[in-house]
């Protein structure tokens, strides 16, 4: 999930990660295996597949697993065909929303979203009906280590960043597509491991929710939809302040 903060959202996303291990290492594995289907499976020759088992090994699945998942992939293995899918809408407060996913099976996986939308009181859209308020950005995350924020600020930024939040431990540098493997690289060169990298979506602008209700019916919104197999991430343009944030999880 992205939305009010992103540095803020991955603080949320770690308070659920132990609910939802056991799928997270599943979509992982769906990503080795189209990139490894798309680009091969040597992650020395295959970035995005390189970034994947960067994400695997960041959420311990264990070397076994990345390795069938690759096999999976380059046909060594078995096959497991999926196709990359974005779903747009509107949530509860006028909030934007895009989930992204793999999928084998289109239609399910439609079906599934359109009903997490109405649930929630949403409505799903055509394609490019919110796209226009978002735009691709390259995030690296990671954990401050206890450095300075002005040194990670210093060297992200001299790798092209467009930005740095902090939410405590938690950094996330922002940049446009073409400067992951810079931002990487700075982050790497002063000393701190990247938790994740991808290229994902941003929103362009916000909308502002004060109302602690609405905010947990869009909470809920999003979880619903990282629930979903087949659902990788999902972006929302909302923005709020830390404590409404911090009474919104007091209540799930």
Known sequence: ?????????????????????????????????????????????????????????????????????????????????????????????????????????????????????????GNIGAQGSVAWQFEKKAIVQGETGGREEDEILLAVMEAGADDLEVDGDVFVALGPPDAMAALRGAVEGIGLEVKEAEISWSPKNTVPLTDVETLRTVLGLVDDLEDNDDIQAVVANFEVDDALMAEAMSGN
Do not use: W
């Open 1 to 121: 999930m992205a939305g009010h903060s992103h540095a803020a959202n991955v603080q949320y996303r770690k308070a659920k990660v132990n609910e939802r291990k056991g799928k997270l290492f599943s979509k992982i594995a769906r990503i080795i295996i189209v990139a490894a289907k798309t680009g091969g499976g040597d992650p020395d020759m295959n970035l995005r597949l390189k970034y994947a088992i960067d994400k695997a090994r960041a959420a311990n699945m264990t070397n076994d697993a990345i390795r069938r998942a690759i096999q999976k992939g380059t046909g060594e293995g078995g096959t497991e065909d999926y196709e990359e899918v974005a779903y747009e809408g509107y949530g509860p407060g006028g909030v934007a929303l895009i989930a992204t996913g793999l999928t084998d099976n289109r239609a399910r996986t439609a079906g599934e979203v359109k009903n997490a939308f109405e649930r929630r009181g």
